[in-house]
C-alpha cells in the first residue's frame, strides 16, 4: 500500500494513544519492528499557542521514522494552522482524529464529535489537506452510535477532501473501549473505500493481527492496547504474517528487560522526575501474568527514584526465577489468548 513516497507491504503500525505512544515506547515498538509509529493525539489549539508540551510530543529521531503526527481539533483555521506547524517536523504523514470518544475532546466538538457533523468533517480535512506538502490521513470510528454509523457515507466524503488513507476503529463512539471490535464493519470500510484502509481494533496477538488481514482485506493494520507492555506483538506478527510462524515467545526475562529500558528511555526523554512517574502506568501491563505480581506492581508505583525501580525489578526476576524451578510460570501466551480467543474463534 502506498502513503505519500511510503510503499509498505502489509505494514504493522502503532496507533496513537495519548500518554503511551511517547517518544520511549515508539522506540521500543520500533526496534521490535513496527513498520510506522503514531504521536500520541496533540491539540490543534495547543500548538497554535505554542504549548510546549504540546512541541516535545512531536519530537522524534530519524531511527524512529516513519512517525505520523496525530492532531485533533474543531475548527478549520486552527487545524490548517497546526497541521502546517506540524509539517515543519517532517512527518511522514499527518493524521486528523475524528475518533475520540473522550469528553475533553468530543465535549468540545472534536474528535469523534464530528461523526456527527459531516461536511464539517470534510471541510476541516480540506483545509489540512490544503494546508501541508505531506500526506493526509484520517482515524476515525464507524459512527457516533450503532443507530447512526456512518461511516460509508463519511468515506467518499473525506476521499474528495484529500485523504490518502483511512484508518477505522471498529466501534461506534458510544462504545467507547467497550464490547469487541466489529471486524465485519471494517470489511464493509475496505470494501466502500478507493484509499488504503488502515485496520483497527482488538488486535491482542500475533494470530489476532493475521486474522484482521483475512476478515478484512485491509490494506495495514494498526496495534493499540496490544501492543502496551506487550511490544513483542510487532514482531511476532511480522513473522507469522511473513513465515507463517512464530520463532519465540517472550519470557519474563525478556518481559523485565524491556520495562527497564524503557524506563530508561522514559527518564532519558523525560528527565528523572517525570520519566520515572510517567512508567507506573506501565509496569503492570509488562508482568501481567506472572507471580505475586501485585506485590511488586504495589512497591514500583510508590517508587520516586528509577535506578530504585531497576533494583526492585531485579530483585523480582531473580524471584521469578524461583517460581520458574517451581514451575508457576504460566505461559505469557495464554494470557494473551484469553484476550484474543473472542476473536480468533468466531
Ligand atoms: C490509553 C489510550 C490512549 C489513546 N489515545 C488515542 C489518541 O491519542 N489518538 C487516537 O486516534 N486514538 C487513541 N486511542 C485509540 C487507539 O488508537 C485505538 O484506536 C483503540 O485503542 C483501538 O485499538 P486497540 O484495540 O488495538 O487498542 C487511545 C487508546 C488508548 C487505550
New binding site residues.
Given amino acids: 500500500m502506498q502513503i505519500g513516497g511510503f510503499d509498505m507491504k502489509r505494514p504493522v503500525m502503532l ?7 511517547d517518544r520511549s515506547f515508539r522506540k521500543i515498538c520500533k526496534r521490535f519492528g513496527a513498520d510506522v509509529v ?1 504521536t ?2 496533540i491539540s490543534a489549539e495547543a500548538l497554535r499557542r505554542q504549548v510546549d508540551k504540546s512541541f516535545r510530543k512531536m519530537e522524534f529521531d530519524p531511527d524512529e521514522a516513519p512517525v505520523v503526527v ?1 492532531i ?1 481539533g474543531n475548527s478549520e483555521d486552527a487545524m490548517a494552522e497546526a497541521a502546517a506547524i506540524a509539517a515543519d517536523v517532517r512527518p511522514a504523514w499527518i ?1 486528523i ?1 475524528f ?2 470518544p473522550a469528553k475533553k475532546v468530543a465535549g468540545k466538538g472534536a ?1 469523534a464529535a464530528l461523526l456527527k457533523e459531516p461536511e464539517k468533517m470534510a471541510a476541516i480535512t480540506a483545509a489540512v489537506v490544503k494546508a501541508v506538502p505531506v500526506p493526509v490521513t484520517v ?1 476515525t470510528r464507524l459512527g457516533w452510535d450503532r443507530e447512526s454509523i456512518n461511516i460509508l457515507d463519511i468515506i467518499p466524503r473525506l476521499e474528495d477532501a484529500g485523504i490518502q488513507a483511512l ?1 477505522i ?1 471498529g ?1 461506534t463512539r458510544s462504545e467507547m ?1 467497550r464490547g469487541v ?1 466489529d471486524w465485519d464493519w471494517i470489511a464493509r470500510v475496505k470494501e466502500r473505500a478507493t484509499v488504503p484502509v488502515i485496520a ?5 496477538c500475533a494470530a489476532d493481527a493475521r486474522e484482521m488481514y483475512r476478515h478484512t482485506g485491509a490494506d495495514a493494520i ?7 507492555g506487550n511490544p513483542f506483538i510487532f514482531r511476532q506478527t511480522k513473522e507469522l504474517l511473513d513465515h507463517g510462524r512464530i520463532s519465540s515467545q517472550p519470557d519474563f526475562h525478556d518481559r523485565i528487560e524491556v520495562a527497564i529500558e524503557h524506563l530508561r528511555l522514559s527518564v532519558h526523554y523525560k528527565g528523572e522526575r517525570y520519566g520515572t512517574l510517567e512508567m507506573r502506568r506501565h509496569y503492570a501491563t509488562y508482568l501481567k501474568g506472572l507471580p505475586k505480581v501485585s506485590k511488586v506492581r504495589d512497591k514500583l508505583v510508590r517508587e520516586d527514584s528509577w535506578q530504585q525501580v531497576i533494583e526492585i525489578l531485579r530483585a523480582y526476576e531473580e524471584e521469578c526465577e524461583g517460581y520458574e524451578r517451581e514451575g508457576k510460570i504460566r505461559d505469557y501466551a495464554e494470557f494473551l489468548n484469553d484476550h484474543s480467543k473472542r476473536l480468533v474463534l468466531r
Fill in positions: 496507533a496513537p494513544m495519548e500518554e503511551v505512544s503514531y500520541e493525539f496525530q485533533f493524521d482524529n475518533g475520540c474528535g482515524k484508518a476503529h466501534r473501549y471490535a483497527n481494533g482488538d488486535i491482542w494498526m496495534i493499540g492496547r496490544g501492543a502496551i
